[in-house]
């Protein structure tokens, strides 16, 4: 069993990472309504070309970077308590929307949204009393039951895409965009998780080095660092493709459509690998299984905060804040 310590340790990190995760989402909402629209059937070229007119967006920007920034004590997190303790309690970061929600759109909270904010509140209690009692995953042993969960997972993914090409132009659209996003960002986790217990078993310091053996760990010639190679690019490539879905999912759906998605199998998915794959255990599986249907309770009753963007054809949103002394949408 992992010490308390460590635990404690491991939630306060990832409690630090998870404002900046939706403050990051909160402020790229508010950029992207200015921005145009990201399109896949433009090739990468053109989904380049789109961000690159984005980022000249501030509040975009600053999303952006927050969202990087989030990610460094959230790796530490996952290296200390792994990905089945850090992902639930990042999961409840839909508590920052609902602040957001109220202090800059000025939407008052109800009784039963208070009590979904309490629900939120006391999981990670219950998630460090389940008392993880595996946090290493074995790098051998996984390398099946890997291959599998990602031969199914892209699959799904992939379908996911090819659907939301299909049905451009439909309410559809931002539906399966979104999807794609979410499936993209599971497997980003599942990737994060590698690289967090990949780094831990090869003993890699913070040297003037460490961004170069984590890089190009391959070049290390040995088994272990194939492991952190694998784990950090999988990382990069799928979040980078997860990004580009999401945002695009946002210029095209309501929010509170396509975020409690991108929520709930971004939780979900990770979850079914770490018992499958990595075969992580907890010595009470009914308080963290008690933990997660919680989560899940208090996100949905909290989903309602989640806002209408300004859509590509022009329409506004039926919320709006205060710029200037004028009603923009967001």
Same mark, same amino acid.
């Given at each position: 069993?992992?010490?308390?310590?460590?635990? %404690?340790?491991?939630?306060?990190?990832?409690?630090?990472?998870?404002?900046?995760?939706?403050?990051?989402?909160?402020?790229?909402?508010?950029?992207?309504?200015?921005?145009?629209?990201?399109?896949?059937?433009? $090739?990468?070229?053109?989904?380049?070309? @789109?961000?690159?007119?984005?980022?000249?967006?501030?509040?975009?920007?600053?999303?952006?970077?927050?969202?990087?920034?989030?990610?460094?004590?959230?790796?530490?997190?996952?290296?200390?308590?792994?990905?089945?303790?850090?992902?639930?309690?990042?999961?409840?970061?839909?508590?920052?929307?609902?602040? @957001?929600?109220?202090?800059?759109?000025?939407?008052? !909270?109800?009784?039963?949204?208070?009590? /979904?904010?309490?629900?939120?509140?006391?999981?990670?209690?219950?998630?460090?009393?389940?008392?993880?009692?595996? !946090?290493?995953?074995?790098?051998?042993?996984?390398?099946?039951?890997?291959?599998?969960?990602?031969?199914?997972?892209?699959?799904?993914?992939?379908?996911?895409?090819?659907?939301? *090409?299909?049905?451009?132009? +439909?309410?559809?659209?931002?539906?399966?965009?979104?999807? +794609? =996003?979410?499936?993209?960002?599971?497997?980003?986790? !599942?990737?994060?998780?590698?690289?967090? *217990? @990949?780094?831990? *078993?090869?003993?890699?310091?913070?040297?003037?080095?460490?961004?170069?053996?984590?890089?190009? =760990?391959?070049?290390?010639?040995?088994?272990?660092?194939?492991?952190?190679?694998?784990?950090?690019?999988?990382?990069?490539?799928?979040?980078?493709?997860?990004?580009?879905?999401?945002?695009?999912?946002?210029?095209?759906?309501?929010? /509170? !459509?396509?975020?409690?998605?991108?929520?709930?199998?971004?939780?979900?998915?990770?979850?079914?690998?770490?018992?499958?794959?990595?075969?992580?255990?907890?010595?009470?599986?009914?308080? #963290?299984?008690?933990?997660?249907?919680?989560?899940?309770?208090?996100?949905? @009753?909290? =989903?309602? #905060? *989640?806002?209408?963007?300004?859509?590509?054809?022009?329409?506004?949103?039926?919320?709006?804040?205060?710029?200037? $002394? %004028?009603?923009?949408?967001?």
């Amino acid at each position: 069993m992992v010490d308390t310590y460590t635990v %404690t340790l491991g939630i306060i990190l990832v409690l630090i990472a998870t404002p900046m995760f939706n403050l990051a989402l909160v402020f790229q909402k508010m950029g992207l309504r200015e921005g145009p629209e990201i399109r896949f059937d433009k $090739g990468f070229v053109g989904v380049l070309k @789109a961000f690159k007119e984005i980022a000249k967006n501030k509040w975009w920007l600053l999303g952006a970077i927050l969202g990087i920034v989030g990610w460094f004590p959230y790796i530490m997190s996952i290296g200390l308590v792994g990905f089945m303790v850090a992902e639930p309690i990042n999961s409840m970061g839909i508590i920052i929307v609902v602040i @957001a929600a109220n202090r800059i759109l000025g939407e008052k !909270v109800t009784w039963y949204e208070f009590l /979904a904010i309490a629900l939120l509140a006391i999981s990670p209690i219950l998630i460090a009393l389940a008392g993880i009692s595996e !946090v290493a995953i074995d790098l051998y042993e996984m390398v099946i039951p890997l291959t599998i969960f990602l031969i199914i997972t892209f699959s799904i993914t992939i379908g996911s895409f090819v659907f939301s *090409q299909k049905k451009r132009g +439909t309410k559809f659209e931002g539906f399966f965009v979104m999807l +794609t =996003g979410s499936f993209f960002l599971a497997l980003g986790g !599942v990737f994060t998780n590698i690289l967090a *217990q @990949a780094i831990v *078993q090869a003993n890699i310091q913070l040297t003037w080095y460490f961004g170069i053996e984590i890089f190009f =760990g391959i070049f290390w010639f040995d088994y272990i660092h194939l492991w952190v190679f694998i784990g950090w690019w999988g990382l990069a490539i799928c979040n980078l493709a997860s990004f580009a879905f999401y945002q695009s999912a946002f210029q095209k759906s309501r929010m /509170a !459509v396509v975020f409690p998605i991108l929520d709930s199998i971004g939780l979900s998915i990770p979850i079914i690998a770490g018992i499958l794959v990595f075969r992580q255990t907890f010595n009470n599986y009914f308080l #963290f299984f008690l933990a997660i249907v919680l989560i899940f309770i208090g996100t949905s @009753a909290l =989903g309602r #905060f *989640q806002v209408d963007i300004k859509t590509m054809d022009g329409k506004k949103s039926s919320t709006s804040i205060k710029i200037g $002394g %004028t009603s923009e949408p967001i």
